[in-house]
C-alpha cells in the first residue's frame, strides 16, 4: 500500500510510504482524504518522512487537506516534511498553513497538551 490511515481517538495519522507525492499518487492521497476528514475528527496529522519529493499535485493534496480540516476548525500537521517540501511551501507562500513537527509522537504529544489545556479552561 502507498499510504496508511491510523486512528487514535480523534486524531488521524495519515502515513505516506512512497518517496514522492507527485501526480501519480496525489489523486488516491486526495480521494482518501476526502473519506477521513470527517466533522469529528480534531487534528490530521500526515506523516511525510519518507517523502522527498512533491511536486504541484502532491502540493494540491496537501492543499485539500487544509481545507477540509479548516471547514471543522482542525489542524493539519505535518511531519518528518523535509526540507525540499518545506522549501516548496515556503516559495508557494504556503508554510503558513500547517503545523510542523519532527515526529507522529510529538505532535501527539502536544495535542495531548492542547486538549487538557482546553478541558481546564471549561
Known amino acids: 500500500m502507498r499510504f496508511s490511515v491510523e486512528q487514535q ?3 488521524a495519522i495519515f502515513t505516506l510510504k512512497e518517496s514522492s507525492l507527485d501526480a501519480v499518487l496525489s489523486p488516491d492521497v486526495k480521494a482518501e482524504l476526502l473519506i477521513i476528514c470527517q466533522p469529528t475528527l480534531e487534528a490530521l496529522i500526515i506523516d511525510l518522512s519518507m517523502v522527498q519529493l512533491c511536486d504541484s499535485s502532491g502540493l494540491s493534496a496537501l492543499l485539500l487537506a ?3 480540516m479548516k471547514e471543522h476548525e482542525a489542524p493539519v500537521i505535518l511531519v518528518g516534511a523535509s526540507d525540499r517540501i518545506k522549501s516548496l511551501l515556503r516559495i ?3 508554510e503558513w ?3 510542523y513537527y519532527a515526529t507522529v509522537e510529538e505532535a501527539i504529544g502536544d495535542l495531548g497538551e492542547i486538549q487538557d489545556e482546553d478541558v481546564d479552561n471549561l
Do not use: K, W, Y
Open 9 to 11: 481517538d480523534t486524531v
Open 66 to 68: 487544509h481545507r477540509l
Open 92 to 94: 508557494s507562500q504556503l
Open 97 to 99: 498553513l500547517f503545523e
